[in-house]
């Protein structure tokens, strides 16, 4: 596996990060706290779906949610993998080539892909913890070991076979039930019933058969023959009835035809009529003209009593007098000034009295006694009374002022209006004048006259017209008396055609059909009872054939099934023979090999590294059923490793995670997070010289907090170097 890109957003104290990391080294460096950590916890729960503390505590102060998305490849495939988590739910999607996978299909589609156990343990190293492997109690210590190397997979195994077992010995009593049922049924034929001779019987009944034949086709023919007849003689009957009507009618028709003589009412209704219209217009117009006199007339009346009105309005607007003012305006700002100068004044002299009452001097403000407060209270009476005659005089000419103003202003309304008044008047008796003109030109007495005569031509016309209507309604009542003999004359010709349609066959007399001869109909119904009882006897000795037929099969059915069970049976008892077997194996003899081989690898591959790190002890274990420990020493006195401590332990632990990471040769990220915190530069370089060395094809990503170490790895590896501050990437 092999990361190509990594994107972080609101995941603890990163608010956004992107990082296209180096195939190789990934050294990120930074402060305490700047989020270096973040990065590794990142990518750890991305991959193995494992952090230490609850989801909720990952997601950046203030924010909803944190996001994470990484890009990898693992044997030759390219994976996008994202994962949301907003506090409740996780959100997660897989994708590759054409193929997407969703929340619990991403986790069950990674741990299919690799071991997250083993990956967890072995390739990711947390800040200021150890591997908890080595430094845990025995019996924790071989539980995860189990984990890692799937030993509890065998448990599971060894459970399902003894599932398998028990499911097996069901299925066996199962079948041994079922064929002591199949080995005890039994299958009873039906006797069949014996046939009469009906060959006999079957040929006089078919000679009758052919005379009834005969007689049913006589009996259609004679029916169809009296069907006719009857039709034949309800259409005659019909058509004379009919006939009989068409020529009455007819003759009537004629006749009135004969007595009438039409005259076009119509046509001189039309021309009474228009001579109304074109009186009506007449007189129209000759009642407008005096409607318009009449209008004019009284429009006339209006404008005199309006002028009249206008003219008494005049008379009442009058201009009063004014005298002349014996002051100006000037004046009175003059008397103000005076009365705001004397109100200073005697603020002034207020203030001092106040002052020499608290034993003050009305100069300075000084402490003073002895000053003559009596004086200042005279000069204020003298002033109080000189402002009381100004403040009354300034009223008085106020007020006379303020009156002067008003009338001169009313008198000036006054004005203004009796001018408009006197403009309207003028123009009111130019437009009497006007109109006193037009009403001088029309004759309105020999219009009325003329209008009396129209209205007596109308009449006349109007009672011709109701002459006229009450005539040609005489004559439309015997031309409807004419049209309605027509219509039902027309009626009885369209039944007569009607008539001769339905009974299109039946208009000729048919040809006499003679009633047909009966068979021997006793004889026949005797036979005909005699061929349905073999018949029904016949059906039996079928449906009876059958079931026996059936029977045989379900005989050699239940036949076959007991060979089948009984083989099956066999089979069962065999495979259930060889998984308790099985079991045995696995249970007792196969966990335990396992754990052994698998212990001794990681010593060994331990010691490797340990060895060529540490270079002065060598590690070893010791197991029994319920737990596994592991120690080193120098060969002759041993210490649990779980007594280690600083830079041995930090060694110890780096050998055990190289150990486990040569278990996934294909999985190649290692993340080491201040891994040598308790070394010196010197034991830091050697570390990580022989981790590049026991792993030269992993991907690494480094924090390290020692300078040398930085220095080494970037000047004799190819490296990628990345500055965090405060959560963010500072620079590459």
């Not at 603020?347 to 200042?376: M, S």
């Not at 005569?453 to 004559?475: A, M, P, T, V, W």
């Amino acid at each position: 596996m092999q990361i190509s890109y990594l994107k972080i957003q609101n995941f603890r104290n990163i608010a956004e990060m992107e990082i296209y990391p180096s195939p190789y080294i990934n050294i990120i460096t930074g402060d305490n706290g700047s989020g270096k950590s973040s990065i590794l916890y990142a990518l750890m729960y991305a991959i193995t779906d494992k952090l230490p503390e609850k989801l909720s505590n990952y997601i950046m102060w203030g924010k909803d949610y944190f996001f994470i998305e990484i890009h990898f490849k693992y044997l030759d495939r390219f994976y996008k993998l994202n994962v949301k988590h907003d506090g409740n739910k996780t959100i997660k999607s897989l994708e590759f080539e054409n193929d997407i996978y969703y929340n619990s299909e991403v986790t069950k589609y990674l741990n299919n892909l690799f071991n997250t156990n083993l990956i967890y343990y072995s390739l990711f190293s947390e800040q200021g913890k150890t591997s908890q492997i080595l430094f845990d109690t025995p019996a924790n210590r071989l539980k995860k070991l189990k984990e890692i190397l799937n030993i509890d997979v065998l448990n599971e195994v060894c459970d399902n076979i003894k599932e398998d077992i028990n499911k097996e010995k069901d299925e066996i009593i199962k079948i041994e039930t079922q064929l002591k049922i199949a080995k005890e049924k039994t299958f009873t034929f039906h006797k069949l019933p014996q046939l009469p001779d009906i060959i006999e019987i079957q040929k006089q009944f078919d000679i009758l058969q052919k005379e009834k034949e005969q007689y049913d086709s006589d009996v259609e023919k004679y029916v169809l023959y009296k069907n006719k007849k009857e039709k034949y003689d309800f259409y005659i009957l019909q058509k004379k009835e009919i006939e009989s009507n068409i020529f009455k009618l007819k003759q009537e028709i004629d006749s009135l035809h004969n007595n009438f003589i039409y005259t076009p009412y119509d046509e001189k209704i039309s021309e009474l009529q228009n001579q109304i219209y074109d009186i009506q217009n007449k007189k129209f117009d000759l009642e407008k003209n005096l409607l318009n006199a009449d209008e004019k007339i009284k429009l006339l009346n209006n404008y005199k009593l309006l002028k009249e009105n206008k003219e008494k309005e005049i008379k009442s607007l009058i201009v009063k007098r004014l005298a002349k003012l014996s002051f100006t305006e000037d004046d009175l700002q003059n008397i103000l000034k005076q009365i705001n100068s004397l109100q200073y004044e005697l603020n002034d002299i207020e203030k001092q009295i106040a002052l020499v009452e608290k034993g003050k001097c009305p100069t300075c403000g000084r402490d003073f006694h002895g000053f003559n407060i009596e004086e200042l209270k005279l000069n204020l009476k003298k002033l109080k009374e000189q402002k009381a005659i100004y403040d009354l005089d300034y009223k008085n000419k106020l007020n006379t002022y303020e009156n002067y103003k008003y009338t001169l202003s009313e008198n000036e309304k006054i004005i203004y209006k009796k001018n408009l008044l006197e403009d309207d008047l003028k123009n009111l008796n130019s437009d009497i004048e006007n109109i006193n003109k037009k009403i001088s030109e029309i004759n309105i007495k020999e219009i009325k006259e003329q209008i009396q005569e129209y209205n007596n031509l109308l009449i006349s016309l109007n009672q011709d017209i109701r002459n006229n209507l009450d005539l040609k309604k005489q004559q439309d009542i015997f031309l409807s008396d004419i049209e309605q003999k027509k219509i039902l004359l027309n009626s009885y010709i369209h039944n007569l055609n009607q008539l001769e349609n339905q009974y299109i066959g039946y208009t000729n007399e048919p040809e006499f059909y003679p009633e047909p001869k009966k068979y021997n109909e006793l004889l026949y119904n005797e036979l005909q009872n005699k061929i349905q009882e073999y018949n029904s006897l016949k059906s039996q000795y079928e449906i009876l054939e059958k079931l026996n037929t059936q029977i045989l099969e379900d005989k050699n059915k239940n036949d076959n099934l007991i060979k089948e069970l009984q083989q099956k049976y066999e089979d069962l008892t065999s495979h259930l023979e060889l998984l308790k077997e099985c079991h045995i194996i696995l249970d007792k003899q196969f966990s335990s090999y396992l754990i052994d081989t698998g212990a001794q690898y990681l010593k060994e591959y331990m010691n490797k590294f340990f060895i060529s790190t540490y270079g002065k002890y060598e590690i070893t274990f010791s197991q029994d059923k319920n737990s596994i420990d592991f120690y080193f020493g120098d060969g002759d006195t041993f210490t649990s490793c779980a007594m280690a401590s600083g830079f041995e332990k930090s060694c110890l632990s780096v050998a055990l995670r190289v150990a486990l990471a040569s278990l996934i040769p294909s999985f190649l990220i290692m993340i080491l997070d201040e891994i040598d915190s308790d070394a010196s530069s010197n034991n830091s370089i050697q570390m990580y010289k022989m981790l590049l060395e026991f792993l030269p094809h992993h991907q690494f990503f480094i924090i390290t907090h020692i300078d040398e170490t930085k220095d080494f790895l970037l000047q004799n590896y190819q490296s990628n170097f990345y500055t965090i501050n405060k959560g963010l990437l500072i620079n590459k």
